[in-house]
Nanobody, 125 residues
Framework: VQLQASGGGLVQAGGSLRLSCAAS????????MGWFRQAPGKEHEFVAA??????????TYANSAKGRFTISIDNPKNMVYLQMNSLKPEDTAVYSC?????????????????WGQGTLVTVSS
């Protein structure tokens, strides 16, 4: 399994970014894709997750992401996206995508077996 995240960058507060994660290596149907972030000097923090399914999907968001971030999956392309709007300086972090071989959405970092490299998001005030 390989996960490749991209799309980070520098944005002003109030702006938007869309992160992408390209997944390859196996069938991902019904498994869970998640986004985590790690700010400087802080622990990894769950951001959002979505169960990957052709007919049924479920999402979970951290309170800090609700109403501002949207996770989505493009099944044919094996791509996962994190649309981030109304960005705040406190959203500055390295964002990583991860795969959990579970059909139930979990928010613990330890549940995710596969990780992509992070992409840095910097939000200036």
């Amino acid at each position: 399994v390989q996960l490749q995240a991209s799309g980070g960058g520098l944005v002003q507060a109030g702006g938007s970014l869309r992160l992408s994660c390209a997944a390859s290596g196996q069938t991902f149907s019904n498994y869970v894709m998640g986004w985590f972030r790690q700010a400087p000097g802080k622990e990894h923090e769950f951001v959002a997750a979505m169960r990957w399914g052709w007919r049924c999907s479920a999402t979970t968001y951290a309170n800090s992401a609700k109403g501002r971030f949207t996770i989505s999956i493009d099944n044919p392309k094996n791509m996962v996206y994190l649309q981030m709007n109304s960005l705040k300086p406190e959203d500055t972090a390295v964002y990583s995508c991860a795969l959990d071989l579970s059909t139930v959405i979990r928010t613990e970092r330890s549940s995710y077996a596969y990780w992509g490299q992070g992409t840095l998001v910097t939000v200036s005030s």
